[in-house]
Structures are given as C-alpha cells and as structure tokens.
C-alpha cells in the first residue's frame, strides 16, 4: 500500500519533498481498522500543485488520488502540508 500511495503522488503532484510513514501499528485494533498492517499513514508533502491553495483543498486533492486505496484497506491519513 505504502509503494502505492508514493507511486501515485509522485505521478500526480510531483512534490519536491514526499515521506509517507506507515502508522499502522499506533492504531492496532482500532475500531474499523482492517489490521492490515497498511492501513494508517502519514504523508508529508511539499508540491507547488498547492500553491495558492487553502489547506482543505490540498487534503482533498490527496483523498481524491487516493480514493482507490481508501476503497481498499487504507483506512486512515495523517497529512502534512508544506508550504515554505
């Protein structure tokens, strides 16, 4: 999952700066949780695809190129927007 979710970020938003962190064991049996293993991360991001941009619209760009995923076991994002 974690090699998905960078594949389509970079393909997509082209950052200067991606780390994607899989939080999966800080959630271990989470109510909903698949317990996959893959199922939480972090994406911290930098892409000039958000300039100009309010921090929601940039939360709704990474779902929207995620969707597939978070159809698919990927449970929960933490994100980080970086803007300088």
Same mark, same amino acid.
């Given at each position: 999952?974690?090699? %998905?979710?960078? %594949? ?60 597939? %995923? ?15």
């Amino acid at each position: 999952m974690k090699d %998905q979710i960078i %594949q389509k970020i970079r393909e997509l938003l082209k950052p200067e700066y991606l780390k994607v962190t899989n939080e999966s064991g800080f959630h271990k049996n989470h109510p909903g949780s698949p317990n996959s293993g893959e199922s939480h991360f972090l994406i911290e991001i930098k892409s000039k695809a958000f300039k100009n941009k309010k921090l929601l619209e940039c939360h709704k760009i990474i779902y929207d190129i995620l969707d597939e %995923q978070m159809k698919n076991g990927l449970h929960a994002l933490r994100i980080k927007i970086i803007k300088n």
